[in-house]
């Protein structure tokens, strides 16, 4: 047994579920991940796939996420990123979640979660809880004739596959919140986007470079050691040449993200174009 978080949970946090505490089994679904509030506290946030109250009988198969407040101590050793395996089954003890009222505080992940209070067994034995994991084990795909048979990733929620992009295999996902998804639109106006390829090629080299040429520059600039020398003055043409694709995503609604790897302009960062297939490319930024 080994309980965890802070002892006296903060009352912003507390208010939002209920007092009883009671018995679980639930099944990790995701990495952990924590962030920090205007109160100066940390939150951690594991997705599960479902739980049953051992109290209630009652189950859930619904995705939510299962919170507790880090201590300083696990804050600053990082502890409690290993507290969890991602797809593992664990008895636990925790609180359910409280109806505020308010829409946006009652969020279905919030909704579907949990307050996690202390870890009573890792590995458990449920039957319920064990049919989740299988689910999300299952492995998912599509295929498609551009970007051959392409892998649910159920953490990221996108299909993973490839494709070849001006002579050069390209990393390509589809947003995808669960294997119910229906991305049929999405998948064709991703295959359509790359039979496009030479006019979207010029357009997204065109847009990176005309917003980052400048910034280029200047790092060009910082990067010379002798104040006396001036280095040759990178062109939107340099810049647009430079610049190589590396992934592109596909988001509902026709968006669309492509990572440039940078030629070390901006030392190693990433080029990053955004944009939508109605509209072209709308925004530009170094990233990484």
């Not at 579907?112 to 319920?128: D, K, P, R, S, W």
């Not at 980052?212 to 010379?224: F, K």
């Not at 002798?226 to 026709?254: L, Q, V, W, Y």
């Amino acid at each position: 047994m080994k309980k965890i978080g802070v002892e006296t949970i903060p009352k912003k946090v507390k208010e939002l579920y209920c007092d009883e505490i009671h018995e679980f089994i639930i099944a990790s679904g995701g990495l952990t991940s924590a962030h920090g509030t205007k109160e100066n506290y940390w939150v951690a946030n594991l997705p599960i796939l479902g739980y049953i109250d051992l109290s209630t009988g009652k189950q859930s198969a619904e995705k939510g996420v299962m919170k507790f407040v880090l201590t300083d101590k696990e804050h600053e050793s990082s502890a409690f990123f290993k507290y969890f395996t991602n797809g593992c089954v664990y008895k636990i003890k925790g609180m359910l979640p409280k109806d505020t009222g308010d829409s946006k505080t009652d969020n279905i992940r919030r909704m579907n979660g949990l307050y996690i209070t202390e870890i009573l067994e890792e590995n458990a034995q449920n039957e319920f809880v064990q049919s989740l994991v299988d689910e999300y084990n299952r492995i998912v795909s599509i295929t498609s004739e551009v970007f051959g048979e392409m892998i649910l990733n159920k953490d990221l929620g996108w299909y993973e596959g490839s494709g070849i992009w001006m002579g050069e295999k390209v990393d390509v996902t589809i947003s995808a919140e669960d294997a119910d998804s229906d991305i049929s639109a999405d998948l064709e106006a991703a295959e359509q986007f790359f039979a496009d390829q030479q006019e979207w090629d010029r357009k997204i080299r065109g847009f990176a470079a005309e917003e980052l040429t400048d910034t280029a520059n200047d790092w060009l600039a910082d990067s010379v050691d002798d104040e006396d020398e001036e280095p040759d003055e990178i062109t939107t043409e340099d810049f647009a040449g430079r610049i190589t694709i590396e992934s592109i995503c596909f988001d509902p609604e026709g968006e669309f993200t492509v990572y440039f790897g940078d030629d070390d302009m901006f030392w190693g960062h990433s080029v990053v174009v955004y944009g939508d297939i109605e509209n072209g490319p709308n925004d530009a930024e170094m990233a990484g």
